[in-house]
């Protein structure tokens, strides 16, 4: 923090008064100073947290051991607070980062209508399970604190008022009216039924969440600087996970390989792309840059993506001349061979979701984002998944769940109860398929080593340090777009 004489005491002293207890409802924005790679580290380490709390809220039930250890393990590896007795200098340091972190997503997710709605339920999600695993004594400080004056119902109450009181708990399974907090609810904050548990505080802060995030997107100061609205628009199609433009595994898949892979072992949206090149012998832009990252990325060499492509297009109305002329050097480009020479990464899931939609006559996307659920239905049944699973796919995808439902996918597809790993990009998609048959055994997961890429700031001139996969990812996919002619 940069702050002087006066200003600096009165700037600490609030910012105390702010962290006093390890919940907030993100009323007061935060006032201090940061650095660009503190920045970046906070929203993308928050980040991981509301993907965990999507996949978990979708795998287990809310509130019970499984979800509540989870998340518990998942809040602590990543030093968010939510412990209200913790007190001293580390636990201040994670209710700042908390405070700091939801205030940069909600700038980067304030976008579009998905994005906020999809941020809004992980962060009413995880708020919560923060609030209900505070004791009771800290739970009415938290409530009082923020002027959400409500009394708690005694036993007595709760027992007169019973049936009422269960027909408000959804949500909450597994635990018990006894075991569960009640408040009475004013008036002016019936969101839900008179008595209700957690619930009039979590709505109150939505209401308030919704404004700001509405009015975070007319901020000049954010729109006009030049390094923050890149890292913004970047952290809203953000990928956390392992770093697949590492290329270890070049040339360990034969081409002989690729048709009986894809049926096994490839994502739907690959599987897709693969049928439609063998039927058609031509893919468009979006199509050739999607697939064609992943083919690398799962072994195909530079000699093999071009032999690959030049054979299935010249079975098609492009002949070898046309297609060393037209297509060749766009594929030498994607390995780094040509223009920048840059070693493109294949696309995540959240770019494949969220950029560049599929029109009439392409084939990219995500199936279970961009495909008429019915047709998406059809898809699966061709596909020989059981009826079950196919309403529950429908349901993720109903839900906007599109990752979760591509994981539920793969567990249909390997007779398999839980994948054991969340879901964030087609290249591990394909590995997890791999390490699950026994196939292709020289493809292994990388360790995740965090990769600093050090970058000079135009306004200061100084090293910014950032994390993979989020900005240096979308700003290759984006220079690469320029080189692809599109038919």
């Not at 929203?43 to 979800?67: D, F, I």
């Not at 597994?174 to 209700?196: A, C, H, L, N, W």
């Not at 996918?409 to 997890?432: C, K, R, V, W």
Request: positive net charge.
């Amino acid at each position: 923090m940069q702050f002087s004489g006066r200003r600096r005491k009165l700037a600490v002293h609030s910012q105390n008064d702010l962290y006093s207890h390890c919940l907030q409802l993100y009323v007061q924005p935060p006032l201090e100073n940061i650095s660009l790679s503190e920045f970046e580290t906070f929203a993308v380490e928050r980040l991981k947290l509301l993907k965990t709390v999507e996949n978990l809220g979708v795998s287990y039930v809310k509130t019970t051991e499984q979800y509540t250890k989870k998340l518990h393990a998942e809040i602590s590896n990543l030093n968010f607070p939510h412990k209200a007795e913790v007190v001293g200098p580390s636990e201040y340091e994670k209710r700042r980062k908390d405070h700091i972190s939801h205030f940069i997503l909600r700038l980067a997710y304030c976008q579009t209508e998905d994005l906020r709605r999809w941020f809004i339920q992980q962060e009413m999600d995880l708020f919560r399970h923060r609030f209900n695993d505070l004791s009771s004594k800290y739970k009415t400080e938290f409530l009082h604190k923020n002027n959400l004056k409500y009394d708690t119902l005694s036993a007595d109450e709760k027992m007169t008022l019973k049936d009422q009181l269960i027909n408000s708990t959804f949500g909450f399974s597994g635990i018990t009216i006894v075991e569960q907090d009640f408040y009475k609810v004013r008036p002016k904050f019936r969101f839900f039924p008179s008595y209700t548990s957690a619930y009039p505080s979590l709505e109150t802060w939505k209401v308030v969440f919704n404004k700001l995030s509405l009015t975070a997107r007319s901020l000049p100061a954010v729109q006009s600087d030049e390094r923050l609205q890149p890292l913004l628009n970047h952290l809203s199609h953000a990928y956390v996970g392992q770093d697949y433009s590492i290329q270890k595994n070049i040339g360990k898949i034969s081409l002989e390989q690729i048709d009986p892979l894809s049926a096994k072992s490839f994502p739907l949206c690959m599987r897709q792309l693969h049928k439609s090149l063998r039927e058609n012998h031509h893919l468009r832009h979006g199509g050739r840059m999607q697939y064609g990252l992943f083919l690398k990325g799962i072994g195909l060499t530079l000699e093999q993506a071009l032999q690959f492509w030049r054979s299935e297009f010249i079975r098609g109305k492009v002949d070898a001349d046309k297609f060393d002329k037209a297509y060749a050097y766009s594929i030498r480009h994607m390995f780094g061979k040509e223009g920048k020479r840059t070693d493109y990464t294949p696309y995540s899931c959240m770019k494949v979701i969220l950029s560049n939609p599929p029109s009439q006559g392409d084939y990219h996307g995500c199936p279970f984002r961009h495909s008429d659920p019915e047709l998406l239905k059809q898809k699966l049944q061709s596909y020989k998944l059981s009826p079950s699973g196919i309403v529950q796919i429908l349901e993720l995808v109903k839900g906007m769940h599109y990752q979760l439902a591509c994981q539920k996918y793969f567990e249909l597809t390997h007779n398999i109860e839980d994948a054991g790993f969340s879901l964030n990009h087609p290249n591990q998609y394909f590995m997890e398929s791999q390490r699950l048959l026994g196939g292709v055994k020289e493809i292994k997961k990388e360790v995740e080593v965090p990769q600093k890429v050090q970058e000079n700031s135009a306004t200061n001139g100084t090293s910014v340090s950032r994390q993979p996969n989020t900005t240096q990812a979308m700003e290759e996919m984006g220079d690469l777009d320029s080189y692809f002619a599109d038919e």
